[in-house]
């Protein structure tokens, strides 16, 4: 059963630097055509895509906060992690990661297994 | 703004039918068979109910059905249940420079 659960904390302060963990099982980061992503919802708002991490360690952002973002991994204790510096309240938001899987799988190319989400709440 | 666009509400009567559309341009929906439809409740995760514009994961029910003209999908939803009703999510890869797009989501609501 593949499984992700996103951790870090629920308030930061403005200009201050977002971790957040997520921790999969089910899967390991290291076969061939896994990738996590991360993705965003805004409270009452749409989903955004933030980036991604695939089994080679290829990195992908957005291009609208790529210079705020870096995604890492450590595929030992199946962690995959994002740092987002110089929070502001817009960035205030429930934070989720999500299993994708390219081509060569017969369900690829989509967001098969989603974690619960954290929210984070950024103010002073 | 969302870079995929969908209308902000639709509804139907439990039995009925609803098609949700998703448009984006050539770049993204146009350009790739890589569209994905997800169902979201209020307070939960999104869940996957199409990919490839099409296909269904196992254990989706055949009433979600997709498809694609041009720059457009869309999502289709026969035989409206109560259980339907949620928030639906359009996606589509558009490519090495941008990535992954969402749609800014369509409420459906069951009558």
């Known amino acids: 059963q593949v499984t992700l659960r996103e951790s870090g904390p629920a308030l930061v302060k403005p200009t201050q630097t977002l971790t957040l963990t997520c921790t999969f099982s089910?899967?390991?980061?290291?076969?061939?055509?896994?990738?996590v992503s991360w993705i965003r919802q805004p409270p009452g708002k749409a989903l955004e895509w933030l980036a991604l991490i695939d089994w080679d360690d290829d990195k992908y952002y957005s291009t609208s906060l790529k210079t705020r973002l870096t995604i890492s991994k450590d595929t030992s204790k199946n962690q995959v992690v994002l740092t987002m510096t110089n929070m502001d309240p817009v960035d205030t938001a429930t934070y989720y990661c999500?299993?994708?899987?390219?081509?060569?799988?017969?369900?690829?190319?989509?967001?098969?297994?989603w974690g619960q989400g954290t929210m984070v709440t950024v103010s002073s | 703004q969302s870079a995929l666009t969908q209308p902000r509400s639709v509804s139907g009567s439990p039995g009925q039918s609803v098609t949700i559309s998703c448009t984006g341009t050539?770049?993204?929906?146009?350009?790739?068979?890589?569209v994905s439809w997800y169902q979201q409740h209020p307070g939960k995760a999104p869940k996957l109910m199409i990919y490839?514009?099409?296909k269904r994961p196992s254990g989706v029910p055949d009433r979600f059905s997709g498809s694609k003209s041009g720059n457009t999908a869309s999502l289709t939803i026969s035989g409206l249940q109560a259980e339907d009703e949620a928030d639906y999510y359009c996606c589509s890869y558009a490519g090495s420079y941008t990535h992954w797009v969402f749609g800014g989501g369509t409420k459906l609501t069951v009558l």
């Open positions: 089910g899967f390991s980061l290291s076969t061939s055509g896994m990738c």
């Open positions: 999500a299993r994708i899987r390219t081509s060569g799988y017969d369900l690829s190319d989509a967001f098969d297994i």
């Open positions: 050539s770049s993204d929906v146009g350009g790739y068979n890589y």
């Open positions: 490839d514009v099409s």
